[in-house]
């Protein structure tokens, strides 16, 4: 029998590790247990011969409300994009940037060729419906589909196959735009209001500064849990008894030991990184497919954003793809040579990353994006499965579950 505790966390990624933040932070007894040699969950980041590669392309949003209270972003030397997307349409590469963001880009947008100037303001008006209504109204509205929500809000097909399918079925994981309206309104929300990079040593550098103020030894790694039951948590070390556990792990694994939870399906997506000297792109932006050929979600030269991705004299390119079914790295080099419109014949492909189960599915009704964190009998939820499919999500819900769990500890 292992030593006894009040809470016990099963999960060291995101949702655990801010569920710990606040436990620790209100001087409650706590474990956490980690199945993995690692604390992180889905957000990683491996080096490979001085490259540094995510486990999935992956950003940060300053934005997200939870990051603030855990962490100083200063810390992490984020290296930021362009607030905006090239779009390639046959010949030609279409800037379309927030105007708010890039002022200097802004009559270059107003006169971009992707749908018509009052498709462009149609969305314009949206984006900043979502930045400027407060959540709870923007939660209140009746729930469609994420699509159903542009073509609702006026915009024409053209504008929804060349620049917002491709540019949101990355964001999302979701090419068929299946997601919650409310979803999307938290997502147009945060791109409006913060802005986007990643840190110079990987998106790794989140888990691990999030994790840095909590004592080591009450951190177990490679520590896999066999099951679940009120005031038990059992592994191959044997029984560690507590008041409550709280089960932060990923979608898939929760309702294994949870059984009353619901199966959650899963969107996959993967990325392909590559090498190049000369840089396809000079500039830290996302480019994407307007073409409608439906392959290749989003493509960008990492290394512009934050050089230290890759070695001095060589640039790291991202491509991401979404769906089950990874192509073949050759047809993914040929469509990234119609897209930056030079060859990549002497680009090194270093890796291809493949994640089955990148982001839970959310489509409606998602309602108010916040599910019961408590299950009973001393047992609580966490992950974004219970919030926004996203790293906010994650994080909100670990803090929200830690909550539950001090109001009723203190009650009891």
Request: some cysteine; overall charge neutral.
């Amino acid at each position: 029998m292992l030593a006894e505790t009040d809470v016990v966390i099963v999960g060291g990624g995101l949702a655990g590790l801010a569920a710990a933040r606040r436990l620790h932070r209100a001087g409650v007894p706590w474990r956490l247990l980690e199945a993995t040699d690692r604390l992180g969950g889905r957000v990683a980041t491996d080096r490979v011969d001085g490259y540094l590669l995510d486990r999935g392309f992956q950003v940060l949003n300053t934005a997200y409300p939870k990051l603030g209270t855990l962490l100083d972003l200063d810390r992490l030397q984020l290296g930021w994009f362009t607030s905006g997307v090239l779009v390639r349409r046959g010949e030609r590469l279409h800037r379309l940037v927030n105007p708010l963001r890039e002022p200097a880009g802004a009559p270059g947008t107003a006169l971009a060729g992707i749908g018509s100037v009052t498709d462009r303001l149609r969305f314009a008006a949206l984006a900043t419906g979502c930045a400027t209504l407060p959540p709870a109204r923007l939660l209140a509205a009746p729930e469609t589909t994420a699509e159903t929500a542009l073509r609702r809000a006026g915009l024409s097909d053209t504008i929804i196959e060349e620049l917002l399918r491709p540019f949101l079925s990355g964001v999302l994981i979701d090419r068929a735009l299946e997601t919650s309206s409310h979803v999307l309104a938290m997502v147009l929300r945060s791109f409006a209001r913060g802005r986007v990079g990643v840190p110079a040593d990987g998106m790794q550098a989140l888990p691990r500064t999030i994790a840095e103020p909590l004592p080591a030894d009450l951190i177990t790694t490679d520590t896999p849990v066999a099951e679940v039951a009120p005031g038990r948590v059992r592994t191959q070390a044997g029984d560690i008894t507590c008041r409550a556990v709280l089960v932060a792990v990923d979608p898939a694994t929760a309702p294994t030991l949870l059984p009353a939870l619901p199966r959650v399906r899963t969107h996959a997506y993967t990325t392909y990184y590559h090498s190049t000297t000369e840089p396809p792109l000079t500039e830290p932006i996302l480019l994407v497919d307007g073409d409608r050929r439906e392959l290749v979600a989003n493509t960008v030269v990492l290394s512009q954003a934050a050089p230290t991705y890759a070695p001095t004299g060589r640039h790291l390119v991202a491509t991401s793809v979404v769906g089950p079914t990874a192509p073949p790295e050759p047809t993914v080099r040929a469509e990234l040579t119609r897209l930056y419109g030079r060859s990549t014949a002497d680009w090194a492909h270093l890796e291809t990353v493949s994640i089955p189960a990148a982001l839970p599915a959310a489509a409606p009704p998602q309602g108010h994006l916040r599910k019961p964190v408590r299950l009973g009998d001393g047992r609580y939820v966490a992950g974004d499965h219970r919030d926004s499919p996203s790293i906010q999500g994650a994080l909100a819900s670990g803090w929200r579950a830690a909550g539950a769990i001090l109001a009723d500890l203190r009650d009891g």
